[in-house]
């Protein structure tokens, strides 16, 4: 872990109109650090994550991804997001194109990578998911494990510096939480950088540096997992947690 900061996020205050969603929040990411967001629906973690490559404006404050200021210059806003891999709750993957096309269309397009070469290299990141096999089918013929799988393998194609996760496996059926969670273990001990939005405690605790709580947009209390866990600070955080474990 360098000590460079990958991301720095300085007093960031967002609106949606008139509501105030986002509150001062500070937040420094090194790199190959994991942090888990956690926190009731409605505090603001979406929104968060979404501000990090500029899926939302910000209104006050600063946002710095890799040296890259995020303001309303298009060439930076591009930049970062081809730095930051993004993996929703509802997988996001275009129904009309094999789950192979999916994984080369951001290469092709936007990369300019030549066809054969993106391919090639799809099916590497679908091979490390465990999907190759069925890199031929569309989403509407996977489950939504595999589905997921795939999202993760498209977002590594782009050969991203950070990956961003918006309750990856919030939508999946317990069975197939295990499946997704195992590629994200995987991504985390080969040094990615990550910020995950999830609920899901064993992975907090197995590969979390930092576990950050949210709540009414604002960032409550942080802290290394263990002590999170074992030891919450806030009555807001004890209450999360005695909701959620
Ligand atoms: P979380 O991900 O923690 O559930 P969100 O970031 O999605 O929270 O939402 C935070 C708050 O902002 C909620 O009250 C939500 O209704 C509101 N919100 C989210 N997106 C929008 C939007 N595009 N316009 C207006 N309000 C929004
Ligand atoms: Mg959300």
Redesign the pocket.
Known sequence: MSESPVIEINKLNKW??Q?H?LHDIDLTVKRGEKIVIC??????????IRCINRLEVHQEGDIIVDGITLNDDLKNIDQVRQETGMVFQHFNLFPHLTVLENCTLAPIWVKKMPKDEAEKMALEYLDRVQIKEHSHKYPGQMSGGQQQRVAIARSLCMNPRIMLFDEPTSALDPEMIKEVLDVMVELAKEGMTMIC?THEMGFAKTVADRVIF?DE?EIIEENEPHEFFDNPQSDRTKLFLSQIL
Request: charged fraction near 5%; aromatic fraction near 12%.
């Open positions: 949606y109109g509501f969603v926190g009731p629906s409605g505090s603001g973690k979406s929104t968060l939005v949210m947009g």
